[in-house]
């Protein structure tokens, strides 16, 4: 028992000095990490440390009969787990912490991780982190890992799930678990203070944060416009005209409504960065904060491109399936007719053809480089290009774009397809 405590002690001495370097090839004392509690989450972190290197204890209420463990992961008594470790993840419900308290003394000097969430927001008056720090005070707590699903963790980390929040009083002991992050192959961020752990238990209860805004401004264009073109084609002509062609509400109205919300939200994607650049230059510096809308805005600009792009790909849908549609087959059937009857002739006027093929072709160029544009906002595509890679793609789409729009203003043919 004494040689184990001097065993302790001297880990413990040993993780402290190197933790300004940790990010370093770890020690054997820094290889040793304990888990508490051998649910999903902890049996999770636990298999990814030991993939990693680690040498992995995990202290449980019944060390003899835990299953499913990760092999080559040792099971201890919360106690017993304590002492052998310097750093120990608390991968337990905020509920049980109070089991931690007769553990004081073991966990004096020791860096705990708060893996915990909440199942609600403002579940409880204090952050589950600041309620741990004031149940063991001698402890170093960090709040960290809590983004992640064990899931995530159990699959390694990929680009969507790449990033793990950290935040914690004291440096050394955030450094001990940014160090263990990257090991793992996650990028950790420093959020600061314990006090940010509130920020950091919401994060994983929140819905789409970055939608909510280009879902409302889509929604709000998609029913500003489908009204007034109802009003306008529909209802006018019905009033006017006495004519009925409510039909066209499912495909023609649809697909009219679809190509002006998609290139106003593609507009949208791009506005709030040239008014930042107004604002800068007008500024003369670029180091002052942005007025919090426009920081929203440029916040949710890859959103807004996105709905954009799937406008646009309902648009394509649209116009694909016009030439299967009754209303265009009868038309066409009837012209037809007509010609037979007053036995006349066609005459194929060439230039309409130019202008039938030049507005398809550049339709079809247009949305094969909206495509690409979306492609690259992805972040596993994004990361694997330079700046230049993806300046290049981007600046090619605003240069493109217009050329596009302008022949399908001209294009005279299309009027009678869409009717
Ligand atoms: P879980 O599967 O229910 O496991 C919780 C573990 O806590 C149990 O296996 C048990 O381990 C221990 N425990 C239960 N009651 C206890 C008590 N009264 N005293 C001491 N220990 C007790 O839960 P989990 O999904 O692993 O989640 C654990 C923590 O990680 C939670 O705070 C959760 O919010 C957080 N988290 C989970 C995920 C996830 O994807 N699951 C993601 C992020 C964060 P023993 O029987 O070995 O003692």
Not at 124 to 132: I, K, R, T
Not at 228 to 242: D, H, K, M, N, P
Not at 313 to 340: D, G, K, M, N, S
Request: hydrophobic share 45%; with cysteine; glycine share 6%.
């Amino acid at each position: 028992m004494m040689d184990e405590e001097r065993s302790n002690e001297k880990c413990e001495s040993v993780t402290l000095s190197l933790m300004s370097e940790a990010v370093s090839a770890p020690t054997e004392c820094e290889k040793r990490v304990c888990v508490f509690g051998t649910g999903d989450m902890g049996r999770s972190l636990g298999l990814r440390l030991l993939q990693a290197g680690y040498s992995v204890m995990f202290g449980s209420r019944r060390p003899q009969s835990c299953n499913f463990l990760p092999n080559g992961a040792q099971v201890l008594s919360h106690a017993e787990a304590a002492q052998a470790a310097h750093l120990i993840f608390i991968a337990v419900q905020r509920e049980h912490y109070d089991f931690l308290v007769p553990l004081a003394y073991h966990l004096k000097g020791k860096v705990l991780v708060d893996l915990s969430n909440n199942l609600k927001k403002n579940q409880y008056p204090e952050a589950n982190a600041e309620y741990l720090q004031s149940l063991v005070p001698e402890a170093e707590v960090v709040k960290g890992f809590n983004t992640l699903s064990a899931w995530a963790l159990q699959n390694g980390p990929s680009d969507a799930n790449r990033q793990v929040y950290i935040c914690g009083d004291r440096a050394e002991a955030k450094q001990v678990v940014l160090a263990v992050a990257t090991k793992l192959g996650f990028s950790a961020l420093d959020r600061g203070s314990l006090s940010a752990s509130r920020e950091l238990e919401d994060f994983p209860l929140q819905l789409f944060p970055l939608w909510r805004l280009p879902m409302r401004i889509a929604v709000g264009l998609t029913a500003f416009f489908f009204f007034y073109l109802l009003i306008r084609e529909i209802l006018y002509a019905y009033i006017t005209q006495g004519k009925d062609i409510s039909f066209r509400i499912m495909v023609s109205l649809a697909n009219r409504v679809c190509p002006i919300v998609s290139l106003i939200m593609l507009a949208l994607c791009y506005l709030p960065g040239v008014l930042a650049s107004f604002l800068q230059l007008y500024r003369g510096t670029k180091y002052r904060r942005f007025p919090d809308w426009l920081d929203r805005w440029m916040l949710c600009r890859k959103q807004l491109g996105l709905l954009a792009l799937g406008f646009a790909c309902l648009h394509v849908l649209y116009t694909l399936i016009i030439p299967i549609r009754y209303y265009v087959r009868f038309w066409a059937t009837e012209r037809t007719v007509t010609q037979i009857r007053q036995n006349g002739t066609n005459e194929f006027i060439t230039s309409r053809a130019w202008h039938s093929d030049s507005y398809l072709s550049f339709g079809i160029l247009g949305f094969g480089l909206y495509v690409l544009l979306g492609i690259t906002s992805l972040p596993s595509v994004s990361n694997a290009l330079s700046w230049r890679e993806f300046s290049f793609v981007t600046e090619t789409m605003i240069l493109l774009r217009p050329s596009s729009v302008a022949t399908r203003q001209f294009c005279p043919t299309r009027t009678n397809l869409e009717q």
